[in-house]
């Protein structure tokens, strides 16, 4: 694994550094930060870990570049979605990178936290992280350039919100010649105007869940998302799988709005089994059209992200850094991601050499969409 990315540590102190916080992100110390690496590797001190992350010439962007590659060459399928979402570390202090007080899912509240933006490859052979990127939030940090410069925070970099990240490392993939069949994201995403209608532009296929008050154009005017839901027949439904979890398939009932003729966007609705008041609402976008089936896949593809940062945080202390510095945050993210790559392409492997049982099929049928008008 390490051969992938030896080049890029030009130094040989450097190179040999990176090596052992990679194996120690690979081993099995519960906390993997620069105290217990440094242990690991039979150091006295963590100043060569922290070294590596803060001082050391190295571009961590072109580290990243690389675990792409890797993800894609190994886990690549026609059928693999991009998810964009985000997650918190949880911090102490005001100093780390980006830290306030804000909303993370990690802990489901108001926390003191930094949190980060990523892209996961998802398909059937596996999934793993393939791009990051620290969000700085406007008042507390991008407006305070002092703030920004004593945490190595230049100049140069301005506030993105978190849909505007997102659309960054989606447009790398496509400089880098990367062909992205499918995209989705949560709400925070989808309600985003700027993000979808660049997403069209590119020609990027996506199922993007919105708010419910979500604004879909129909032959009569706009009407809301619930409001369109509450109109569909009851034969408009159709149970189906969002995929398989803990406790098997992901059973729901789906629904498919179609606007009508000129109209290149469909409203698709999901009930609950158990609670049909509760609803989730997800706005699609294809170049042709594409069975319901399908769309609910893509749509179920984002759950499978929760579970990805979950193991790169156990697995390869992606959240177990101490470092305050900007530089460092992106390096130390950057090397967990390759390790917990490492991992995924390996279970990948040994799936192939021995395959697991056929799981049952799930569900399928697709009822023509309900047209509106």
Same mark, same amino acid.
């Given at each position: 694994?390490?051969?992938? &990315?030896?080049?890029?540590?030009?130094?040989?102190?450097?190179?040999?550094?990176?090596?052992?916080?990679?194996?120690?992100?690979?081993?099995?110390?519960?906390?993997?930060?620069?105290?217990?690496?440094?242990?690991?590797?039979?150091?006295?001190?963590?100043?060569?870990?922290?070294?590596?992350?803060?001082?050391?010439?190295?571009?961590?962007?072109?580290?990243?570049?690389? =675990?792409?590659?890797?993800?894609?060459?190994?886990?690549?399928?026609?059928?693999?979605?991009?998810? $964009?979402?985000?997650?918190?570390?949880?911090?102490?202090?005001?100093?780390?990178?980006? &830290?306030?007080?804000?909303?993370? $899912?990690?802990?489901?509240?108001?926390?003191?936290?930094?949190?980060?933006?990523?892209?996961?490859?998802?398909?059937?052979?596996?999934?793993?992280?393939?791009?990051?990127? +620290?969000?700085?939030? *406007?008042?507390?940090?991008?407006?305070?350039?002092?703030?920004?410069?004593?945490?190595?925070?230049?100049?140069?970099?301005?506030?993105?919100?978190?849909? %505007?990240?997102?659309?960054?490392?989606?447009?790398?993939?496509? %400089?880098?010649?990367?062909? &992205?069949?499918?995209?989705?994201?949560?709400?925070?995403?989808?309600?985003?105007?700027?993000?979808?209608?660049?997403? /069209?532009?590119?020609?990027?296929? !996506?199922?993007? /869940?919105?708010?419910?008050?979500?604004?879909?154009?129909?032959?009569?005017?706009?009407?809301?998302?619930?409001?369109?839901? $509450?109109?569909?027949?009851?034969? $408009?439904?159709?149970?189906?799988?969002?995929?398989?979890?803990?406790?098997?398939?992901?059973?729901?009932?789906?629904?498919? #709005?179609?606007?009508?003729?000129?109209?290149?966007?469909?409203?698709?609705?999901?009930?609950?089994?158990?609670?049909?008041?509760?609803?989730? !609402?997800?706005?699609?976008?294809?170049?042709?059209?594409?069975? +319901?089936?399908?769309?609910?896949?893509?749509?179920?593809?984002?759950?499978?992200?929760?579970?990805?940062? *979950?193991?790169?945080?156990?697995?390869?202390?992606?959240?177990?850094?101490?470092?305050?510095?900007?530089?460092?945050?992106?390096?130390?993210?950057?090397?967990?991601?390759?390790?917990?790559?490492?991992?995924? =392409?390996?279970?990948?492997? %040994?799936? #192939?050499?021995?395959?697991?049982?056929?799981?049952?099929?799930?569900?399928?049928?697709?009822?023509?969409? #309900?047209?509106?008008?």
């Amino acid at each position: 694994m390490f051969a992938l &990315v030896a080049g890029r540590f030009a130094q040989a102190d450097s190179r040999a550094r990176a090596q052992k916080y990679l194996l120690g992100l690979l081993s099995g110390v519960e906390r993997k930060n620069s105290w217990s690496l440094a242990e690991l590797a039979g150091d006295s001190s963590p100043d060569g870990m922290q070294r590596l992350l803060n001082f050391y010439r190295w571009d961590a962007e072109a580290v990243r570049d690389d =675990v792409r590659g890797y993800v894609l060459a190994h886990l690549d399928d026609p059928s693999g979605v991009f998810v $964009g979402d985000e997650t918190g570390f949880i911090k102490k202090g005001t100093k780390s990178a980006g &830290v306030q007080r804000q909303y993370t $899912g990690t802990s489901g509240k108001i926390d003191n936290c930094q949190v980060g933006v990523f892209l996961t490859y998802v398909s059937r052979h596996g999934r793993a992280l393939i791009d990051r990127e +620290l969000y700085l939030p *406007q008042k507390s940090w991008c407006a305070d350039r002092d703030r920004c410069r004593e945490a190595g925070i230049g100049d140069e970099v301005e506030f993105a919100t978190k849909p %505007e990240l997102a659309r960054r490392m989606l447009a790398r993939l496509l %400089e880098a010649g990367v062909t &992205v069949g499918w995209f989705t994201a949560d709400e925070l995403y989808g309600d985003n105007p700027a993000l979808r209608d660049w997403l /069209a532009e590119q020609a990027v296929n !996506y199922v993007l /869940a919105v708010s419910c008050d979500y604004q879909v154009t129909t032959p009569t005017g706009p009407a809301r998302a619930d409001v369109l839901a $509450g109109r569909a027949p009851a034969r $408009g439904w159709q149970r189906l799988s969002a995929g398989r979890g803990s406790k098997g398939h992901r059973l729901y009932d789906w629904l498919l #709005i179609d606007p009508g003729p000129g109209e290149r966007h469909q409203l698709l609705v999901r009930r609950s089994i158990s609670d049909p008041t509760d609803l989730a !609402y997800y706005v699609c976008h294809t170049a042709g059209p594409v069975p +319901l089936a399908e769309l609910v896949r893509v749509a179920g593809s984002r759950w499978a992200v929760e579970e990805t940062f *979950q193991f790169a945080k156990n697995e390869t202390g992606l959240d177990h850094y101490q470092v305050r510095k900007y530089i460092a945050w992106y390096r130390h993210i950057t090397l967990a991601m390759l390790a917990a790559a490492f991992l995924a =392409v390996t279970a990948h492997t %040994e799936r #192939i050499r021995t395959p697991p049982p056929p799981h049952p099929a799930p569900e399928k049928g697709a009822p023509e969409p #309900i047209l509106i008008g």
